[in-house]
């Protein structure tokens, strides 16, 4: 690698172009079939800058002769080895282009690669551009703070659909697909304020907390394509129309099959559906199990470890019996009995040891404890002359058990386009989502908490979340073989710092050192080249809010 100057003349005036370029000789060929590969174009750059790069690659193999060089200070620079390789990833993945190479597409660019580096607030991904090497990886041409990275989060909101559109048309350039999945979740809210935040189901069990909600629509391979976010009180079935439209519209798909589960395609959503020419894949729940039963569609015994498909008016049912889920789920039923039993003997010993304890409060305690084990409809309380009886419907139970395991998958989809084997398959690809919302809601992402408030900064933050869930769901397929998990793997890229070989007259360079062998695995399992050196960027990234001003004084 080295600098190479190129003179040209033009109109009687001579130019001048710096490159950085590279000597290469490909394999088989001549010892003097030498082919040189331009890396960067430094004719913009600073005349310092030039200087900088062209010392620190001239001593690039003794750093001990360089830091005695007169004029020049070595210091430790900034991390580089995690912004770099999550770069790299959102590159190869299109995210980069589809984002556009403008300033706001470069901001939007930095809050993914923050979100994947470091869950926060816009403030946190300010601070972090200032420790690492964002701007000279990024290439930012003029500095911002966390009140411009806010402002891009509106940016984000008005052109989702083109950053989607764009990056459906790079990853499906040669054949659009005919399989999406499709599921909702919710994210609870700290705060009052936010624009979305309204009381329905909650997901996550939080009480007295507002929510939104969160639809994510995947390809056939877990590839997340869309995310759309709603109100918090929008139920799963009312979002589901907006994605057959998104399909059809907005990415051009025919003859497309929506995957979804039993509580997301329902009748109106079918016909939704066949008005667009589109085929579904979901789930009947228990009571319409026995409905089907009571009709004679289908029979108890069909229900068997091996899949089994009936056919009732172009419908497709196809039934499977889970033996491990039916003796996990009877187990369950069994522990939660006992559960309550002995809760009931607690209370009989304590009510006949103490005469003037209180009857009916060891009775609510009983039943009260029954509620939450959801055992109101299989056993009957009563207090009667001091004593606590737990009756248990048997018969009942026996009726519950019928279906211990059990499940039935229905589609339209004909027989000559998928078997009962391939819908089976399809549906239990459902789990690519669930697994995509756990990602990013509680382990690495952290979708909450949301630090905004506004409809469109909230629909920009979700749209980072997922576009950083891209980058992470790679990292994790290239580390398979890693004895790391991604948050490990990124932790171990980040210790990697820069080498700041600075001149006295102000300009400066950044080389990268060697990585260690850990970090130098890590990065070929991504398959991804550390330069040897970067310029040096002079834009200045600040925060408005300072932590010595928010800390109480002692």
């Not at 930095?110 to 470091?118: G, K």
């Not at 009052?192 to 996550?204: M, P, T």
């Not at 051009?252 to 329902?266: A, L, P, S």
């Not at 069994?334 to 304590?350: E, G, M, P, T, V």
Request: glycine share 6%.
């Amino acid at each position: 690698m080295h600098v190479h100057r190129v003179k040209s003349k033009q109109g009687g005036r001579v130019y001048e172009q710096v490159l950085l370029r590279e000597s290469y000789r490909e394999r088989g060929g001549k010892r003097s079939d030498v082919k040189k590969k331009t890396l960067l174009n430094l004719t913009k750059y600073p005349p310092e800058v030039i200087e900088a790069i062209e010392l620190a690659l001239k001593h690039r193999n003794n750093l001990a002769a360089l830091g005695s060089i007169k004029d020049v200070k070595v210091t430790q620079g900034p991390s580089v080895g995690g912004v770099f390789a999550v770069y790299q990833m959102a590159r190869r993945l299109g995210i980069e282009a589809a984002l556009g190479l403008n300033h706001e597409g470069k901001l939007a660019l930095w809050q993914v690669i923050a979100r994947v580096l470091s869950q926060g607030s816009r403030l946190s991904a300010a601070r972090l551009c200032k420790t690492t090497a964002a701007a000279e990886v990024v290439g930012f041409k003029r500095g911002f703070c966390e009140d411009q990275l806010y402002g891009n989060l509106t940016w984000l909101a008005e052109n989702q659909q083109q950053i989607e559109r764009r990056l459906f048309a790079s990853r499906h350039s040669d054949a659009k697909p005919q399989l999406f999945l499709y599921d909702v979740t919710s994210s609870y809210l700290e705060g009052e304020q936010n624009a979305l935040a309204d009381w329905g189901y909650n997901r996550d069990k939080k009480r007295g907390k507002k929510q939104i909600v969160i639809g994510l629509l995947c390809d056939g391979d877990g590839e997340p394509v869309s995310t759309q976010v709603f109100a918090g009180n929008t139920t799963d079935l009312l979002t589901f129309g907006a994605q057959v439209k998104k399909v059809a519209d907005l990415f051009g798909c025919e003859r497309v099959v929506f995957v979804g589960d039993r509580g997301m395609i329902k009748s109106a959503q079918i016909k939704d559906l066949a008005k667009a020419g589109f085929h579904y894949i979901t789930a009947i729940t228990k009571p319409q199990i026995r409905a089907l039963i009571k009709r004679g569609v289908i029979q108890l015994e069909l229900f068997d470890e091996s899949l089994c498909e009936i056919e009732d008016n172009s419908v497709r049912y196809i039934l499977r019996r889970n033996p491990k889920r039916a003796s996990e789920m009877a187990a369950s039923r069994n522990s939660k009995l006992a559960c309550l039993q002995r809760l009931a003997d607690a209370q009989n010993r304590y009510l006949a040891e103490h005469p003037r304890a209180d009857q009916h409060k060891a009775w609510l305690k009983v039943m009260e404890k029954s509620e939450r084990l959801a055992l109101g409809s299989l056993v009957r309380i009563t207090a009667v002359e001091r004593h606590i009886e737990v009756e248990v419907d048997t018969e009942y139970i026996a009726y519950l058990a019928e279906l211990d395991g059990c499940y039935a998958l229905k589609s339209d989809l004909p027989a000559h386009a998928a078997d009962r084997n391939v819908i089976h398959d399809r549906y239990k690809d459902l789990a690519m989502v669930e697994w995509a919302f756990r990602t990013s809601k509680t382990t690495h992402l952290e979708v909450r908490p949301v630090y905004v408030r506004t409809e469109a900064n909230t629909r920009g933050h979700v749209l980072v979340v997922m576009l950083a869930y891209m980058i992470v769901r790679e990292l994790k397929k290239a580390w398979r073989h890693v004895d790391l998990t991604v948050e490990e793997g990124l932790e171990d890229l980040n210790r990697l710092c820069t080498i700041q070989v600075s001149l006295k007259d102000g300009g400066a360079c950044l080389r990268l050192p060697e990585p260690a062998p850990l970090t130098e695995e890590l990065l070929k399992a991504l398959d991804v080249r550390l330069p040897e050196v970067l310029p040096k960027s002079t834009v200045k990234v600040d925060s408005k809010k300072k932590l010595t001003k928010r800390r109480k004084s002692k």
